[in-house]
């Protein structure tokens, strides 16, 4: 087994151990904060996996760096500390070619097979010397509830309020049934769920294209990847805008999500991954969209040349 098949296995036995206690990242009632894992050197947010990674570590402090980057601030590693493990992929090279010119230049060509790096990084709390935190005093400002209602709007997104006890998205129809607001105990209930379910809109095939039927009827195994894949991308939301994670989880899915990590550790790259991108489609504006989807296409083309 490879560095990182063993470092994705201790990730979901982290993870199932968490789910099965109701801790995991994504399970947790954030109201959401600015408290996204990111690295103060690069300057760089940690997406997708490692996002959920180092996000399952514990640790209240965001802030994390490698050992070397460090040394170079002049802070120690604290006695025993355990670094954190984050993935690194890298899709192009530079090469050099000649022009139609005759002139030699760098241009970046994409690679057939990915090529993935490995880095380790540890928490601030872990390391002796470091500054304090300084919050974000614009994002303290936050207004979650307009955040959210500007999201649902501008998503354009066909939503149907009924007075139910269900919500859902139907990928047939391409709709979203919400129950009327009135049934909610609060306006934090209500857009917690209409953006998780506005998640599983994006994937249909004109947008981020998740299929989730098989033959014309949902496929279970599927969509309980797929709720999964919602539920991150619910909390990347939360912890990027302010808007409340919907963490009313039903209990079967639960047990879905953990035979799934048990099976393939990797699922939770991929869901993770998804829902980064999930997040990203909610709250980018109609260029990043229409970016999203051209790289996710690209994506797909790939791999069915690659099949």
């Known amino acids: 087994m490879s560095l990182m098949d063993n470092k994705r296995k201790e990730l979901a036995d982290l993870l199932i151990d968490q789910m099965k206690k109701g801790t995991a990242p994504w399970q947790k009632p954030w109201s959401g904060s600015n408290l996204i894992p990111y690295n103060p050197t690069s300057n760089k947010e ?5 996002f959920i990674a180092l996000s399952a570590r514990g640790f209240d402090d965001p802030r994390w760096c490698t050992f070397n980057q460090a040394k170079t601030k002049g802070y120690s590693i604290m006695k025993g500390a355990k670094a954190g493990y984050v993935e690194y992929w890298q899709f192009t090279k530079d090469v050099k070619e000649k022009n139609k010119d005759g002139v030699e230049e760098v241009v970046s060509m994409r690679l057939r ?54 919500a859902y ?17 609060d306006a934090k209930g209500y857009y917690g769920t209409a953006l998780h379910e506005l998640a599983h809109w994006t994937g249909h095939k004109s947008r981020l294209d998740r299929n989730t ?8 195994t599927l969509y309980a990847k797929e709720e999964l894949k919602a539920e991150i991308a619910s909390y990347f939301l939360a912890m990027k805008t302010g808007i409340p994670n919907n963490i009313e989880q039903n209990a079967a899915y639960v047990s879905s999500w953990i035979k799934a990590l048990e099976n393939d550790p990797n699922e939770i790259y991929k869901a993770s991954k998804d829902a980064d991108i ?30």
């Open 46 to 50: 940690y997406q997708g996996g490692n």
């Open 169 to 185: 998205y139907d990928p047939r129809n391409d709709k979203i049934t919400l129950p009327i607001k009135e049934q909610f105990k």
């Open 113 to 166: 097979s990915p090529i993935v790096k490995a880095a380790y990084v540890f928490n601030f709390e872990q390391i002796n010397g470091v500054p304090p935190l300084q919050i974000d005093e614009n994002k303290k400002n936050w207004n979650p509830i307009e955040t959210a209602e500007k999201i649902i709007t501008s998503s354009g997104a066909s939503i149907i309020h009924k007075t139910s006890n269900s």
């Open 278 to 307: 999930i997040s990203r489609y909610l709250i980018g504006d109609d260029e990043m969209k229409k970016d999203l989807i051209e790289k996710h296409t690209s994506v797909k083309k790939d791999k069915e040349v690659e099949r």
């Open 213 to 220: 039927l098989h033959g014309g009827h949902i496929d279970q």
